[in-house]
Structure formats: structure tokens, C-alpha cells
């Protein structure tokens, strides 16, 4: 199936200071691709996929002063299935696009968007977003591997209440209620993916 995902222009962007580059939220280097393409390991599909990188919503998800975890059941891509995460989220399908003007896409409200449906699909979580419930982003990049090298991750965090019903699903597993200290004794025992090890260790 040829997908169409959101992606970002990093040309010229230093990705080493990405936190601190406010450059990267000018709208007109969102772009629209194939995933088919910038995921292809031909030698094209590596050039365009490094370059327009695949744009990600990685939601931590908090209640009290625990965070939620869980294991990753049925994935897009393989190379993710069986690991453990703290983050929510997937691709920006062309669906939750919006528009600043007609041409620049409008980054925030696409995001929100997308991570209503991902909440949704995931965890059957239905929840109406404002830009209030969610903590600033972050931006996370990881070259140190494949799949890193070819996305960019938005990290929000979100707060949950007893009244908000979450349930485990085919692509999200395991779910439990983690303190930092227990995650960040997990991570030492290299039990999950990159980006919720970076986050674990240095956002929360």
C-alpha cells in the first residue's frame, strides 16, 4: 500500500541541536511522501528517506507519578515488534493533515490530530486534545540506528484520571504502571527501544 506520512526537510538542520533549533517548526519544511519510499533501503529510498525524515508523535502517557509502559505487539515494522516502550503514536497519515494557508501544513494541529486517532487505535483511549493537555515537545532524534536514522520523534506527555478507560490492543501489549526509578532500572537492564531509554533517562 503506497501511504502517504509526514515527513521534515533536514537539510542544512544540525540534528545534534534539534531541541534547540527553532527553525525546525517552520512550516514549509513539512512535506508529504511515500512511506513506501522513505522507508525503501534501495539506495534512492535511503537518500530521500535520510534527508525527509518520517515525522513521529511519541506520547508518554502519566498517572500520578507513574508512567505507562507496555510491549509492542502487532507493528508496521518488524524491526520494532516484541520491544518495550513508553511512547504512544505512530506515522502522520496524509488524513491528519491541516493546513496553515492552503499550502504549509500546520504541525500542531496535524499532531494533535494524529495522536487522538493513534490513542485511539492503540489503547481504544477516546480523548479530545486542546493544546493544554499535553506538555511541550520535544524533538528526539536517534541516529544510532536504522530505523532512527530515517525519523523524527514529537514527544508529548499526557495526564491521565481513573475516569479515563485505556485497554490493551494487538499492537500494544504488557501494559503496566511504571515509577521513574522502575523504568529507569529496565532501561539499565536494556529492555526497551531507543527513543523511551532517551526519554527515561533524560526528560523525565
Known sequence: MNRMVLCYDT?????????????????ERFCV???DLVDSRSEHGL???????????????????KYL????????????????????GGHVDIDDLDS???NNINWKLTALWAIERELEEELGLRKTL????????????DGSNEVGTVHLGLVY????????AINATDECKELQWYSVD???ARVADGLYEGWSAIIVNNLL
Request: glycine fraction near 12%; hydrophobic fraction near 35%; proline fraction near 2%.
Open 182 to 184: 522502575e523504568l529507569r
Open 130 to 141: 486542546m493544546d493544554d493537555d499535553i506538555g511541550a515537545v520535544h524533538v528526539l532524534y
Open 100 to 102: 496553515v494557508d492552503g
Open 69 to 88: 509502559s507496555y510491549s509492542r505487539g502487532k507493528v508496521g515494522d518488524s524491526r520494532m515488534a516484541g520491544n518495550y516502550s513508553i511512547g504512544f
Open 11 to 27: 537539510h542544512g538542520v544540525n540534528l545534534k541541536q534539534l531541541n534547540d533549533s527553532k527553525g525546525f517548526f517552520s512550516p
Open 157 to 164: 506527555a499526557i495526564e491521565l484520571t481513573d475516569k479515563d
Open 47 to 65: 537518500a530521500v528517506g535520510q534527508r525527509f525524515k518520517q515525522v513521529l508523535p511519541y506520547v508518554v502517557i502519566k498517572k500520578g507519578d
Open 33 to 35: 511522501f511515500s512511506r
